[in-house]
């Protein structure tokens, strides 16, 4: 297996996580090429004024989408890799309680709120600043972990056990202290991503999915765009051996069971805990 094959692999079957994961490496890595391109052509074009988030108001309703588009984009590489390190730890904290459907609602939802919280306060202060990141939206998924397992406990590096609700708190006070320093409309956003993932949840506890919506339009999607298999007519042969059956039905149980195995393995130890041979039989059965 190739290392296209792999990767093809591991965004199958990673789950929602590691698709946005990828969504975001793939729009950066596509859009730097891109601006590479456009600068050896002596074409003038920025993609960022076309997906970040302006807090000019005027500028905002020109380009409605920018409050979707700004929480896949990043600025640099390291705000990436940073970002991105965040989300695979906020996310599998979050996969803990929540599904990936619920995931990505509060990833999308949790980022929307966030942009609208930096626009209508530097509309208030009188400011004009584009946003870039998805900070705010992954911040709704921490906050909204936290606020739903506040006694979670988490190993961390140099400091040992502490509980999740500590972390958050650390977090949340960082941003507030840095708020009238640099990167304010950035810290603004992380912290309207806060109060939507705590909101959710206090909604969810008292029997409203804020994220119904979003996970019924995937489903929507899926369906749409999922191709359908015709089923041409085929003469069929009945089989009177029950030992043929009997072989197929057995061979079948134990591949499902194998491949229910390496998914126990993954889950527990993540994808790059399989061995070669394990990953070539889980891409041969996902064929």
Request: with cysteine; net charge positive; charged share 15%.
């Amino acid at each position: 297996m190739n290392i296209f094959d792999d990767i093809k692999l591991q965004y199958k079957i990673g789950g929602m996580v590691q698709k946005l994961i990828f969504w975001n490496i793939g729009l950066f890595v596509l859009f730097s090429l891109l601006t590479v391109v456009f600068k050896f052509s002596n074409i003038a074009f920025n993609y960022f004024d076309w997906v970040a988030l302006s807090s000019n108001t005027t500028e905002f309703l020109a380009k409605p989408w920018t409050i979707v588009t700004f929480n896949f984009f990043h600025a640099t590489i390291l705000h990436l890799i940073f970002n991105l390190i965040v989300l695979h730890f906020s996310g599998r904290l979050f996969n803990t309680y929540f599904t990936d459907k619920q995931l990505f609602g509060v990833y999308l939802l949790g980022g929307i709120f966030s942009g609208l919280t930096f626009i209508l306060m530097f509309f208030l202060l009188g400011k004009t600043s584009p946003l870039l990141g998805a900070s705010g939206a992954i911040m709704a998924l921490l906050i909204a972990t936290a606020t739903y397992a506040p006694f979670m406990l988490l190993r961390i590096p140099l400091l040992g056990v502490v509980k999740l609700w500590h972390v958050a708190s650390v977090i949340l006070l960082i941003d507030l202290i840095q708020l009238p320093y640099e990167n304010m409309g950035g810290h603004l956003a992380h912290l309207g991503g806060a109060i939507f993932g705590f909101i959710y949840i206090k909604f969810l506890q008292s029997g409203i999915d804020l994220t119904k919506p979003i996970s019924v339009l995937l489903d929507g999607c899926v369906t749409l765009f999922k191709p359908k298999k015709k089923t041409p007519f085929k003469k069929v042969h009945r089989n009177t051996s029950k030992n043929n059956v009997h072989s197929y039905n057995q061979n079948k149980d134990i591949t499902q069971k194998q491949i229910d195995e390496i998914l126990d393995k993954i889950s527990q130890s993540g994808y790059d805990c399989l061995t070669k041979e394990e990953k070539e039989f889980l891409f041969k059965a996902g064929k």
